[in-house]
């Protein structure tokens, strides 16, 4: 069982940034694939960003494409989102979910049904 903690959630005003983490306790990150999902109020729950086990190949959500980065450092046990030019309609509960992927360091996740592992989600509401 992977327990994941994300953290960097926040207020901030448009066209601010915020960096989101995401560690697991207990497990390493390296034989995981992770991505970020979001979910805002009376919504289903959206794929923002995916980054492969080894780090190397990423995919982001068109909303988000040019303003979000997701990275890791497998080192560190973290996998990181930077958001940048943040909008009022980024306001969210962002989610960090790790799937397990032994054997594969390029394959990216983007539907929240192949993640094996949530985190409990931090809150960003941007303002206008």
């Known amino acids: 069982q992977v327990q994941l903690v994300e953290s960097g959630g926040g207020l901030v005003q448009a066209g601010g940034s915020l960096r989101l983490s995401c560690a697991p306790s207990?497990?390493?990150?390296?034989?995981?694939?992770v991505g970020w999902f979001r979910q805002a109020p009376g919504k289903g729950r959206e794929f923002v960003a995916g980054?492969?086990?080894?780090?190397?190949?990423?995919d982001y959500a068109d909303s988000v494409k040019g303003r979000f980065t997701m990275s890791r450092d497998n080192a560190k046990n973290t996998v990181y989102l930077q958001m940048n030019s943040l909008k009022p309609e980024d306001t969210s509960v962002y989610y960090c979910?790790?799937?397990?992927?032994?054997?594969?360091?390029?394959?990216?996740?983007?539907?929240?049904?192949?993640?094996?592992?949530w985190g409990q989600g931090t809150q960003v509401t941007v303002e206008p």
């Open positions: 979910a790790a799937k397990v992927d032994y054997y594969r360091d390029y394959v990216v996740f983007t539907a929240y049904r192949s993640y094996d592992y």
């Open positions: 207990g497990r390493t990150l390296s034989t995981y694939a």
């Open positions: 980054i492969s086990r080894s780090g190397t190949s990423t």
